[in-house]
């Protein structure tokens, strides 16, 4: 079995930055907050945080078959006829690279939030709502 450093090289970064991410993150708990119209309130905070981060989802969109009864109007047919009337809509299965998902909130959202900096910055990872519907 021959030595591959450049294996060796990619191990040790690993290890590193998971240890410098443990080190960064000791002690750090979410927490419930609620959005204001001006910035966001942590529950334990007692200080509006102004201007706070909010979490972001790269990736690829993946949508498996689908089907879907809707309505269709402003269509128009060969002859120029206009279609309109119910039907099913059916969409192969597709995957879309490169999207965000940017999450929107508006004032009276409560949200999770990781408070960071003794409280003066905060990462909203999302909103939360009752479980009873």
């Known amino acids: 079995m021959t030595y591959d450093p450049y294996s060796a090289l990619a191990v040790s970064l690993r290890e590193n930055a998971a240890r410098k991410a443990a080190e960064v993150l000791t002690g750090v708990t979410a927490e419930l907050g609620t959005v204001t119209g001006t910035g966001l309130k942590l529950d334990s905070f007692k200080h509006e945080i102004k201007e706070y981060l909010v979490a972001e989802f790269p990736g690829t969109l993946k949508l498996p078959d689908l089907m879907l009864t809707g309505g269709v109007r402003g269509l128009k047919d060969s002859g120029g006829g206009r279609v309109e009337g119910q039907g ?32 003066n910055d905060a990462i909203v990872l999302c909103r939360v709502v009752s479980g009873n519907g």
Do not use: C, H, I, W
Not at 94 to 116: F, H, I, M, N
């Open 88 to 119: 099913e809509f059916t969409f192969m299965p597709s995957e879309t690279k490169d999207t965000v998902l940017s999450l929107k909130y508006q004032p009276g959202d409560r949200v999770l939030a990781l408070p960071l900096n003794g409280g």
